[in-house]
T-cell receptor
Framework: EPEVTQTPSHQVTQMGQEVILRCVPISNHLYFYWYRQILGQKVEFLVSFYNNEISEKSEIFDDQFSVERPDGSNFTLKIRSTKLEDSAMYFC????????????????FGEGSRLTVL | GENVEQHPSTLSVQEGDSAVIKCTYS??????FPWYKQELGKRPQLIIDIRSNVGEKKDQRIAVTLNKTAKHFSLHITETQPEDSAVYFCAASRSGGYQKVTFGTGTKLQVIP
């Protein structure tokens, strides 16, 4: 069964450093997302991406964050200058929405990338 | 923006009993309401969803109900089993789900054998 894959599974970084989290969405999906989950808390929307541009972003997704789809398969989240409060599990997700009759709205999540900022 | 409230935050039930988790939402334009199960250290996984044109949906031991007028929706798990122990998140979204999904705060369900 196709899966969303994420790398790295865990990254430890120093405050102020740049981090890039990578995702490979399911190949025939059209919408891509990043969500984050601070330990023990709810899942929070960061950004959605469609047709090579951001379609929506939350107030969390400030100028320190950026997303990119550098090729036909990868989808990346960059944090330019990490802060302690960026420590969280970052989930990439994709959905099939856009193909007539095929979408259920289900978000398919990757296993997550745990970011620890020291 | 959308705000989803969920309760209870923790729920303990005996194996075989039923569990009910309730959510409310604020955005009357929301029309897609998924429920996700997250086991410890794992990714959230969809267990059931309901759209605003339906009042109830059932899949084996789980069912969801939706009251659009009151902006309430609920998850019912019958005949609970230890493997049902997890954190459950309700969520809401506009436009069938391709727009952002707003999650509730989660309910930690413990099924006691």
């Amino acid at each position: 069964e196709p899966e969303v894959t994420q790398t790295p599974s865990h990254q430890v970084t120093q405050m102020g450093q740049e981090v890039i989290l990578r995702c490979v969405p399911i190949s025939n999906h059209l919408y891509f997302y990043w969500y984050r989950q601070i330990l023990g808390q709810k899942v929070e929307f960061l950004v959605s991406f469609y047709n090579n541009e951001i379609s929506e972003k939350s107030e969390i997704f400030d100028d320190q964050f950026s997303v990119e789809r550098p090729d036909g398969s990868n989808f990346t989240l960059k944090i330019r200058s990490t802060k302690l409060e960026d420590s969280a599990m970052y989930f990439c997700a994709s959905t099939l929405w856009g193909r007539t009759g095929a979408n259920t709205g289900e978000l398919f999540f990757g296993e997550g990338s745990r970011l620890t900022v020291l | 923006g959308e705000n989803v409230e969920q309760h209870p935050s923790t729920l303990s039930v005996q194996e075989g009993d039923s569990a009910v988790i309730k959510c409310t939402y604020s955005d009357s334009a929301s029309n897609y309401f998924p429920w996700y199960k997250q086991e410890l250290g794992k990714r959230p996984q969809l267990i059931i969803d309901i759209r605003s044109n339906v009042g109830e949906k059932k899949d084996q031991r789980i069912a969801v109900t939706l009251n659009k007028t009151a902006k309430h929706f609920s998850l019912h798990i019958t005949e609970t089993q230890p493997e049902d122990s997890a954190v459950y998140f309700c969520a809401a979204s506009r436009s069938g789900g391709y727009q952002k999904v707003t999650f509730g705060t989660g309910t930690k369900l413990q099924v006691i054998p």
